[in-house]
């Protein structure tokens, strides 16, 4: 390849390459099918004993989502506003959201034939329509959802923005990676039965990245931080390890349970795993679960503390498979969190 004479004209080199959407997203669609990270967020909210709601078992959740706001790694991200209800009981207020969160998800996009309206794929045979995966953070305002969510699920605080990695690792890639599918406790019904394994060992990670002045910042480590000139520091904290081997709801059933009505689908068409967490607090797969609802600070290693996003937080997701010899990236799926816009 170093002898080729074509070899400057047909490769460039990566930091000088700019990276677009893989493809035209014509629809989106966001599953909640890691069973972890539901019963925490149903633990939180209606207590351990009532976690799963009795549908979820039974089908792979899902929403449809904004596909316009589909953005590639690097686009930034505004801080919305909205209606929130600080105080339970209160009047809701107006204003920038108050509890921004990042969540960690993979995603795969559908490809070729389009499928026709009123035709519905059964798990057994949508693999085929499968072409490849892509990491995924789905921005989420919490205290925006919280108030608005009820009764026909999320809106305005998932549409402001939902970042996805460059390029599409294929299905034929991740063949080797293939793990058992998490045991089923009730059996799917029959159009959700697949053959064979369709979860991965797709190792997960999330960074943040806030910005800090030296000198001004006094924790701890206030000594050291102050030894140094004045200025910016940038420091990223890896708050969280996961894997998506985690998933209950494979995507062949994710699939079928989006086609089962018949609802048509296209190539490009984006549909993405939700939030995928792990057993242990490490492991989770968003802010709202690794603080705990806000209750548990998670430490950075600049000396500060989050239990929520900051404007200036920088939110960087890893993906990546390692064989004997070799490791699968898909590239990054990062994004920095701006102050909302003045009105």
């Not at 004045?230 to 699939?255: C, E, H, I």
């Not at 086609?259 to 967490?277: E, F, K, W």
Request: glycine share 10%; hydrophobic share 35%.
């Amino acid at each position: 390849m170093e002898s080729s004479p074509h070899r400057l004209t047909v490769f460039v080199q990566q930091r000088d390459a700019v990276m677009h959407l893989p493809a035209k997203i014509g629809d989106y669609t966001d599953f909640y099918s890691s069973i972890h990270h539901a019963t925490n967020v149903g633990t939180m909210f209606r207590g351990k004993e009532s976690a799963l709601m009795p549908n979820w078992k039974y089908l792979p959740v899902g929403y449809h989502g904004r596909a316009s706001s589909v953005v590639v790694s690097g686009t930034p991200i505004r801080r919305p506003r909205g209606q929130t209800l600080p105080v339970d009981g209160a009047a809701p207020v107006y204003g920038p959201c108050r509890l921004m969160d990042f969540e960690l998800e993979v995603a795969f996009f559908v490809g070729g034939p389009a499928t026709r309206l009123g035709e519905s794929i059964p798990a057994a045979k949508a693999y085929d329509h499968i072409f490849g995966m892509v990491t995924m953070n789905d921005w989420s305002a919490r205290d925006i959802q919280k108030w608005e969510y009820v009764p026909l699920g999320p809106f305005t605080a998932k549409n402001l923005g939902t970042t996805i990695s460059p390029w599409v690792v294929t299905m034929e890639a991740l063949e080797p990676f293939k793990v058992p599918n998490m045991p089923q406790n009730p059996d799917p019904f029959p159009y959700l039965h697949h053959e064979g394994s369709c979860n991965f060992d797709i190792k997960l990670e999330v960074d943040i990245k806030g910005k800090v002045l030296r000198g001004i910042l006094c924790t701890k480590k206030c000594s050291l931080l102050n030894s140094r000139p004045p200025g910016p520091q940038d420091v990223a904290t890896t708050v969280t390890r996961s894997n998506y081997k985690f998933m209950y709801w494979t995507p062949q059933q994710q699939l079928a349970q989006h086609t089962v009505t018949g609802c048509n689908l296209n190539p490009g068409d984006l549909m993405a795993s939700g939030t995928i967490s792990g057993e242990t607090v490490d492991s989770y797969g968003s802010m709202l679960e690794l603080s705990w609802k806000g209750t548990k600070p998670v430490p950075l290693k600049d000396g500060t503390v989050r239990k929520f996003l900051q404007d200036g937080d920088e939110v960087s997701i890893k993906g990546f498979c390692v064989g004997e010899n070799y490791r699968i990236g898909f590239g990054p799926c990062v994004g920095k969190l701006l102050p909302t816009n003045p009105e």
